[in-house]
């Protein structure tokens, strides 16, 4: 192994304790329900097991009602505030616009303070008392919490701010679709990332062998809890490459704690969450050169003022306190991915029930108006739903923006 | 003048039936009502459950912990490890929460040198640092990103006549059975000598070591038995949620709450654990239909305050000192007492305890064991 491979081996990862990216490790899995490929390739479910089978295939031609268990209190509600204010935007334009087929989308949210055992209780009230055709939530804790009160009753959960790879097992939760891609996904395309860093190819392909292994080799952990203590380990550890799994409020305040210890690294890389510009203008100098998985535009970014795509959003989004934060934009993506099943559903030959909506959304290939050219949201009966790709941007600190340093690198 | 009932005679025999009567017929109420209601009363049973062991260790012995989620987060581990790693059936995990028996002693252990504040500060770093042990041995339990139980392996057993889509029925029976049981024990316990001896600790340590209580003993015994009770409503809120995810449900803010629900409830109270349990469960749900989110919390906490205001020895304490105007239940007389020695009347609230009459600190524990010794 070379001094350079060994280098590159030396990578680092920051955990962030209540991060929403770490809870993308699942561990086990589960056997609720039985679904395959039909011999076409489609995605067919067993309805036989749930609760009530007929209500699952019944025609939806009132409302579509969609029970959204939220954390409005509590540690992520400042978060998830802004999530829902995206998520409520993009729902009311399609309202707005005649709903689906002239079915009217309405959402029930209920709080549930981030807290597991509150997500339950309200995934309990919207199945039993409010009836409600679908469900959605925020974070890995409430989906699981959720999760087989769902699938028992046969309610698709659809897009949930979720990475945990224990629910994008197809065969064991097919009535939930995740909406944030997978750490795994993530990381694959990091490992791309960074070998394409690599001059010397035979270190790239040990970098890979490597990486393929056993993941990254991870020389030291820091909590980035508090920012200037982990940047400190980090650089007395000698580490090279960082890979900062940080969230919304986290991401700056590392890359600003870096420099204040005068820690500069050859390569940081951050999880998609950072992909936040507010956050590294504060940070100032020391975020400059972060690279971040990215499949969202920039909204902010003046050269696509004039891109269709990001005049809608932002009349859409007038009203709503962060437009251009990536959170927001996350939320109104999940809703304009619901819309877009929910339409495709309404086309099919049963029209629109929970059966058929769970099957369009696992029959996907939509390029939504958010994502970054080359990106589309792709599902399949055997692949599950997510982002095609990222795109590699790192932050200019000097002109305040990201900047494209790499082409789309697909995932599959 | 209050009604004065003694125990162990007739009227109070009575008294004690009416009450289970009570409270059969309200369980028989609960089994009945909707999925929803009943999963909300399977939660403050559990809670309730949960509570019952930090009022051994916070009410009865004087020992303040925050860190009582940790308890909570073992015993659900527990179950959820055995469940999904060993095949174990769920049910059958519950009384494996006497693993929380030997954390609570360890816990325990810093108690012998502090207390109040400082000890509260050791429970704390206990509670802090669980979610980050779980996560460290992520193999076992899942770590940051939670264990999954499956749901097949939450059926209940063939005897019980209740099949895996009546899961939620059958664990509320379970959490009222594993509810009916830690009260009767914790009742007993506090009316024997060890929770008198529990109660000279609490009061005044010096008096107590002074009266030949063995305060070592006391104190870290009763975090052992205070951890298993918390320990046992973790199994049961594995079972209820399925899925447990340390950052989430075992975190130092639930440690607190499981606080907030003893103090508002009613310390060294027999019903305030399932008082707090409700105030845990019912309040938060009530005022979000108030104001959602934030203005939701701000609620709560008025409403919290509020009750510490007008009842600052719990619900249940506060509703004891009224109905004692009422009516007054005290200690039967000892044989050899009886005729000449004063009974004071017993603080009642639910159930009482010798231990709240009174009477010094010193006097207490003296009382208590000349009473056994006769």
């Given at each position: 192994?070379t001094?350079t491979?060994?280098?590159?081996?030396?990578?680092?990862?920051?955990?962030?304790?209540a991060?929403?990216?770490?809870?993308?490790?699942?561990?086990?899995d589960?056997?609720?329900?039985?679904?395959?490929a039909?011999?076409?390739g489609?995605?067919?479910?067993?309805?036989?097991?749930?609760?009530?089978p007929s209500?699952?295939?019944?025609?939806?031609?009132?409302?579509?009602?969609?029970g959204?268990?939220?954390?409005?209190s509590?540690?992520?509600a400042?978060?998830?505030?802004l999530?829902?204010e995206?998520y409520?935007?993009r729902?009311?334009?399609?309202?707005?616009?005649?709903g689906?087929?002239?079915?009217?989308i309405?959402?029930?949210?209920?709080?549930?303070a981030?807290?597991p055992?509150?997500a339950k209780?309200?995934?309990?009230?919207?199945?039993?008392?409010?009836?409600?055709d679908?469900?959605?939530?925020f974070?890995?804790?409430?989906?699981?919490?959720?999760?087989?009160?769902?699938?028992?009753a046969?309610?698709?959960?659809m897009?949930?701010s979720?990475?945990?790879?224990?629910?994008?097992?197809?065969?064991?939760?097919p009535w939930?679709?995740?909406?944030?891609p997978?750490?795994?996904?993530?990381?694959?395309?990091?490992?791309?990332?960074?070998q394409?860093?690599?001059?010397?190819?035979?270190e790239?392909?040990?970098?890979e062998?490597?990486?393929?292994?056993?993941?990254?080799?991870?020389?030291?952990?820091?909590?980035?809890?508090?920012?200037?203590a982990?940047?400190?380990t980090?650089?007395?550890?000698?580490v090279?490459?960082?890979?900062?799994?940080?969230?919304v409020?986290?991401?700056?305040?590392f890359?600003?704690a870096?420099e204040?210890?005068?820690?500069?690294p050859?390569?940081?890389?951050?999880?998609?969450n950072c992909?936040?510009a507010?956050?590294?203008?504060?940070?100032?100098?020391?975020?400059?050169?972060?690279?971040?998985?990215?499949?969202?535009?920039?909204?902010?970014?003046?050269a696509?003022?004039?891109?269709?795509?990001v005049v809608?959003y932002?009349?859409?989004?007038?009203?709503?306190?962060?437009?251009?934060?990536?959170?927001?934009?996350?939320?109104?993506?999940?809703?304009?991915?619901?819309v877009?099943?929910?339409?495709?559903?309404?086309k099919?030959?049963?029209?629109?029930?929970?059966e058929?909506?769970i099957?369009?959304?696992?029959?996907?290939?939509?390029?939504s108006?958010?994502?970054?050219?080359?990106?589309?949201?792709k599902?399949t009966?055997?692949?599950?739903?997510?982002?095609?790709?990222?795109?590699?941007?790192?932050?200019?600190a000097?002109?305040?923006?990201?900047v494209?340093?790499?082409?789309?690198i697909?995932?599959d | 003048?209050?009604?004065?009932?003694e125990?162990?005679?007739?009227?109070?025999r009575?008294?004690?039936?009416?009450?289970?009567?009570?409270?059969v017929?309200?369980v028989?109420?609960a089994?009945?009502?909707?999925?929803?209601?009943?999963g909300?009363?399977?939660?403050?049973?559990?809670?309730?459950?949960?509570?019952?062991?930090?009022?051994?260790?916070?009410g009865?012995?004087?020992l303040?912990?925050?860190?009582?989620?940790?308890?909570?987060g073992?015993?659900?581990?527990?179950?959820?490890?055995?469940v999904?790693?060993?095949g174990?059936?769920?049910?059958?995990?519950?009384?494996?929460?006497?693993?929380?028996?030997?954390?609570?002693?360890?816990?325990?252990?810093p108690?012998?040198r502090?207390?109040?504040l400082?000890?509260?500060?050791?429970?704390l770093a206990?509670?802090?640092?669980?979610?980050?042990?779980?996560?460290?041995?992520?193999?076992?339990?899942?770590?940051?990103?939670?264990?999954?139980?499956?749901?097949v392996?939450?059926r209940?057993?063939a005897w019980?006549?209740?099949?895996?889509g009546?899961?939620?029925?059958?664990?509320?029976w379970?959490a009222?059975?594993?509810l009916?049981?830690?009260t009767?024990l914790?009742a007993?316990?506090?009316?024997?000598?060890?929770g008198?001896?529990?109660?000279a600790?609490r009061q005044n340590?010096?008096?107590?070591?002074?009266?030949?209580?063995?305060?070592?003993?006391?104190?870290?015994?009763?975090?052992?038995?205070?951890?298993?009770?918390?320990?046992a409503g973790?199994g049961l809120?594995?079972i209820?949620l399925?899925?447990?995810?340390?950052?989430?449900?075992f975190?130092?803010?639930a440690?607190?709450?499981?606080?907030?629900?003893?103090?508002?409830?009613?310390?060294?109270?027999?019903?305030?654990?399932?008082?707090?349990?409700?105030?845990?469960?019912y309040v938060?749900?009530?005022?979000?239909?108030?104001?959602?989110?934030?203005?939701?919390?701000?609620?709560?906490?008025?409403?919290?305050?509020?009750?510490?205001?007008?009842?600052p020895?719990?619900?249940?304490?506060?509703?004891?000192?009224?109905?004692?105007?009422?009516?007054?239940v005290?200690?039967g007389?000892?044989?050899?007492?009886r005729?000449?020695?004063?009974?004071?009347?017993?603080?009642?609230?639910?159930?009482?305890?010798?231990?709240?009459?009174?009477?010094?600190?010193l006097?207490e524990?003296l009382?208590?064991?000349?009473?056994?010794?006769?």
């Amino acid at each position: 192994m070379t001094a350079t491979t060994r280098r590159l081996l030396r990578a680092a990862l920051v955990p962030v304790a209540a991060s929403l990216v770490l809870s993308a490790c699942g561990s086990s899995d589960d056997s609720n329900d039985s679904s395959a490929a039909s011999a076409d390739g489609s995605f067919s479910v067993s309805t036989d097991d749930c609760t009530d089978p007929s209500v699952v295939t019944k025609k939806i031609t009132d409302t579509i009602s969609l029970g959204y268990s939220a954390p409005l209190s509590g540690p992520v509600a400042g978060v998830a505030e802004l999530a829902i204010e995206g998520y409520k935007a993009r729902i009311a334009e399609a309202n707005a616009a005649g709903g689906i087929d002239g079915v009217k989308i309405d959402i029930k949210y209920l709080d549930d303070a981030f807290q597991p055992d509150k997500a339950k209780a309200n995934a309990t009230q919207f199945i039993e008392k409010d009836k409600v055709d679908l469900l959605s939530t925020f974070g890995s804790g409430p989906l699981g919490a959720m999760a087989d009160d769902a699938a028992a009753a046969c309610v698709p959960f659809m897009y949930p701010s979720s990475s945990d790879d224990t629910y994008r097992k197809i065969e064991d939760y097919p009535w939930i679709v995740e909406y944030l891609p997978s750490a795994s996904s993530e990381t694959d395309f990091l490992v791309k990332y960074i070998q394409s860093k690599v001059t010397n190819p035979a270190e790239a392909d040990a970098f890979e062998a490597s990486a393929k292994a056993a993941g990254l080799t991870i020389t030291k952990v820091a909590d980035d809890t508090d920012p200037t203590a982990a940047a400190t380990t980090l650089k007395s550890a000698g580490v090279d490459v960082v890979y900062h799994a940080g969230v919304v409020g986290s991401c700056g305040a590392f890359d600003g704690a870096r420099e204040r210890v005068d820690y500069h690294p050859t390569l940081v890389v951050a999880a998609s969450n950072c992909a936040d510009a507010t956050e590294y203008v504060s940070a100032g100098a020391g975020s400059d050169g972060v690279t971040i998985a990215k499949y969202l535009e920039d909204t902010s970014d003046p050269a696509l003022a004039t891109n269709p795509n990001v005049v809608n959003y932002h009349k859409v989004v007038a009203g709503v306190k962060d437009p251009d934060n990536t959170v927001t934009q996350s939320g109104y993506m999940q809703a304009d991915l619901l819309v877009n099943t929910l339409t495709q559903a309404a086309k099919s030959s049963s029209g629109l029930t929970r059966e058929s909506i769970i099957q369009a959304a696992r029959d996907q290939d939509y390029d939504s108006p958010l994502l970054i050219d080359g990106i589309t949201w792709k599902a399949t009966a055997t692949r599950p739903a997510g982002v095609s790709g990222f795109q590699a941007v790192a932050w200019n600190a000097k002109e305040k923006k990201f900047v494209v340093s790499g082409d789309v690198i697909a995932i599959d | 003048m209050p009604i004065v009932i003694e125990q162990g005679t007739n009227r109070y025999r009575g008294l004690v039936a009416v009450g289970l009567a009570v409270a059969v017929l309200v369980v028989l109420w609960a089994s009945g009502l909707d999925p929803f209601q009943r999963g909300q009363v399977t939660r403050v049973l559990i809670y309730a459950v949960a509570i019952a062991g930090l009022n051994v260790a916070t009410g009865y012995t004087g020992l303040l912990s925050v860190g009582h989620s940790a308890f909570f987060g073992i015993g659900a581990y527990t179950t959820g490890i055995l469940v999904e790693k060993a095949g174990w059936g769920a049910w059958a995990t519950l009384p494996v929460a006497a693993v929380c028996f030997a954390v609570g002693l360890l816990v325990g252990l810093p108690a012998l040198r502090i207390r109040g504040l400082y000890l509260a500060m050791v429970t704390l770093a206990f509670a802090v640092a669980f979610p980050e042990i779980v996560a460290r041995f992520d193999g076992l339990t899942g770590g940051a990103g939670g264990m999954a139980i499956h749901r097949v392996n939450l059926r209940p057993p063939a005897w019980s006549g209740f099949t895996l889509g009546e899961k939620d029925k059958w664990l509320f029976w379970v959490a009222v059975v594993v509810l009916a049981i830690v009260t009767y024990l914790i009742a007993n316990l506090t009316r024997s000598r060890y929770g008198l001896a529990m109660s000279a600790v609490r009061q005044n340590e010096i008096a107590a070591s002074a009266s030949g209580v063995n305060i070592a003993i006391v104190k870290v015994t009763s975090f052992g038995i205070s951890g298993a009770i918390t320990g046992a409503g973790g199994g049961l809120f594995a079972i209820y949620l399925g899925n447990l995810y340390a950052e989430g449900s075992f975190t130092l803010m639930a440690g607190i709450s499981l606080l907030i629900g003893l103090v508002i409830g009613g310390e060294r109270t027999m019903l305030g654990p399932i008082v707090g349990g409700c105030v845990l469960i019912y309040v938060p749900y009530y005022t979000a239909d108030i104001g959602q989110g934030q203005a939701s919390a701000v609620l709560f906490a008025v409403a919290l305050l509020l009750v510490i205001f007008l009842a600052p020895s719990g619900i249940v304490g506060g509703l004891g000192q009224l109905s004692r105007r009422i009516l007054v239940v005290r200690p039967g007389r000892p044989a050899l007492g009886r005729g000449s020695v004063p009974a004071a009347p017993a603080s009642s609230g639910g159930h009482s305890s010798p231990n709240d009459r009174g009477h010094s600190a010193l006097d207490e524990p003296l009382t208590g064991i000349e009473r056994q010794n006769s």
